[in-house]
């Protein structure tokens, strides 16, 4: 049949959200021809997943289009922090956090930081870069069917517009079609987890005198506790624009159609305490939280990747970050096997590596959600009793401790309790600010297309010339960089100029070395000098990529 198909690509990828357009981006970033079919018509048109952490950051950072998200967030760039207030008339209430990076000590670990960016504003930059990049994507195309067999994936794509169908012919199929996945259900993949936890009406509003009523707190999201008539209240553009997630009790027999735009204005003002408040409905929409991961991420030649794979609560906004970061873990192991760098076992570290980060961070999630006593979550028991602790180290800090790493600690926990990023195996790799050919980088710069080796200039034994050879015998990619040669350390203004020990933070001596993936994920490191550099990193190099 594929002989025939009308299309053929590498990769193909179902769903145009969040996470497969971010999937689009970094599979044209890595030069990977793909072809992306998205049922609706657009991009999204209502404000949510807004929160997009630091590590997702880190990746549009070096994808080259932070700065665009920024501009797209701008209205919302001095929001921080969550409220908890029984009415937002006067000054009651407290601040479950008010600022996400108090004292600034973010920049310690990462070149970046969060931003708040909604849905909406996000996915039309992701769109604009991946067609940039050559991607080809397209709206009001839905697959229908797909089969599979030992070479590739043969698809039937319909156009909603003329009705008309095609076929897609794709060595992988990537689907990133949403919590209901159609492909998953196709596959026959189950999912384990508590399931449902609670279902809220997200209500998109115009008021000109909320402004007034909330006054100079900015905050990223307000709960609001009248017990009746809770919810959560976020700023679209602190002015005029507003959304509110009401309660939804479906389990109580409460339906959709109960939720009439007068019970709603009614809620809204009775949340804020202002009786008088102006509220103009425009536009509303149902949504259900859950806790449930996908018992595998891949069946053959087709990945389960976002909300397909994974639902989470959205306290802590876990769940889109969670997705952004799965394409980015499958956008790399896809170019690498697509490129003949890599074996096709490569593929199976996907979900080796990926799915315990889910069911950790989703854990954590539902935890958060009872911290904060989300509007609507009444938890059962059992539900939501994960370790709760600091945020970074489940943003930042998880580890890999299977996978396409050697040398990792089995035995540790995919999200630790503390943040320690000291160049262990499996975990992402260090951030330094260095210089090279002039330019102030990050070191998570360095990190996209090639595996990266880093060592010192001073170093007894010749790693770098080592991995030279490698990449140019064995037909890796594989980038080398001296500290103190290629790279040189690049102080701000009012720094010491004394370097970091650039060794000791990643966890070697200087005369050791550390590779790095194309994710900025350690896969190894040598602790010191090796007697044989050239033998000892191409055997390394063999087993990450499994070409060994």
């Known amino acids: 049949m594929h002989q025939e198909a009308d299309h053929q690509v590498p990769v193909l990828i179902v769903g145009g959200s969040l996470v497969g357009l971010s999937t689009s981006l970094f599979l044209g970033r890595l030069g990977v021809p793909h072809l992306l079919v998205e049922r609706h018509s657009g991009t999204s048109i209502h404000p949510r997943g807004r929160g997009n952490n630091v590590r997702t950051m880190e990746l549009f950072r070096v994808a080259g289009i932070e700065p ?28 479950l956090f008010k600022h996400i990076d108090p004292g600034g000590g973010l920049a310690r670990f990462s070149p970046t930081a969060w931003c708040l960016c909604s849905q909406n504003d996000l996915e039309p930059v992701l ?26 994936v043969t698809a039937v794509v319909r156009d909603r517009a003329t009705d008309e169908r095609y076929t897609v012919r794709a060595a992988y199929l990537v689907a990133a079609d949403g919590p209901r996945s159609p492909v998953r259900g196709s596959l026959g993949i189950g999912q384990s987890g508590p399931g449902d936890l609670f279902a809220n009406v997200s209500v998109t509003f115009r008021s000109k005198l909320l402004a007034e009523v909330v006054g100079d707190r900015r905050f990223i999201c307000c709960y609001l506790t009248d017990p009746d008539a809770d919810g959560a209240l976020l700023p679209v553009d602190n002015k005029e624009n507003w959304v509110f997630h009401a309660p939804w009790h479906p389990e109580l027999g409460e339906t959709l ?16 305490g202002a009786p008088g408040l102006d509220v103009e409905i425009t536009g509303k929409a149902s949504w259900r939280a859950a806790e449930r991961v ?28 969670t997705g952004i970061q799965d394409a980015h873990n499958l956008a790399w192991k896809l170019a690498a096997v697509l490129q003949g760098w890599a074996g096709p076992a490569l593929l199976d570290t996907y979900d080796t590596e990926r799915r315990p980060v889910a069911t950790a961070t989703s854990a954590r999630a539902s935890a958060r959600s009872v911290e904060h006593s989300h509007p609507g979550f009444a938890p059962a028991p059992g539900i939501g009793g994960a370790k709760r602790g600091g945020i970074l180290n489940v943003v930042l800090g998880y580890h890999y401790p299977h996978g396409a790493v050697l040398g990792t600690d089995p035995d540790q926990e995919v999200v630790p309790d503390t943040l320690c990023l000291t160049g262990d195996p499996g975990t992402r790799a260090p951030h330094l600010w260095v210089r090279r050919e002039g330019e102030r980088i990050s070191t998570l710069d360095l990190y996209e297309r090639s595996l990266v080796l880093l060592s010192d200039a001073r170093s007894t034994t010749d790693w770098h010339t080592a991995a030279q050879r490698i990449a140019a015998h064995d037909g890796v990619r594989l980038d080398s960089y001296r500290i103190g040669a290629e790279l040189t350390h690049a102080p701000r203004s009012g720094e010491t100029d004394t370097p970091p020990d650039w060794a000791r ?44």
Do not use: C
């Not at 870069?129 to 195309?141: P, V």
């Not at 050791?512 to 000892?536: H, K, M, N, S």
């Open 294 to 321: 996908a018992d595998r991420y891949a069946a053959g030649r087709v990945f389960l990747a976002g909300d397909s794979a994974h639902e989470m609560s959205p306290t802590g906004a876990f769940g889109s970050n």
């Open 68 to 95: 665009d998200i920024k501009t797209a967030a701008s209205l919302l760039a001095d929001n921080h922090g969550i409220l908890q207030t029984p009415t937002l008339v006067g000054d009651a209430g407290e601040w």
């Open 505 to 548: 933070a990643h966890g070697t001596t200087p005369d050791g070395a550390v590779l790095v993936r194309p994710d900025g994920f350690v896969a190894w490191r040598a602790a010191g000098a090796v007697p044989d550099a050239e033998a000892t990193l191409r055997q390394a190099v063999r087993t990450v990529l499994r070409t060994a």
């Open 127 to 152: 769109l604009a870069g991946a067609r940039r990049l050559g991607g080809d994507l397209r709206y009001s195309h839905e697959m229908e069917t797909f089969e599979q067999d030992d070479e590739g």
């Open 257 to 272: 159609d109960e939720f009439t735009e007068d019970r709603l204005e009614r809620h809204i003002r009775r949340a804020v």
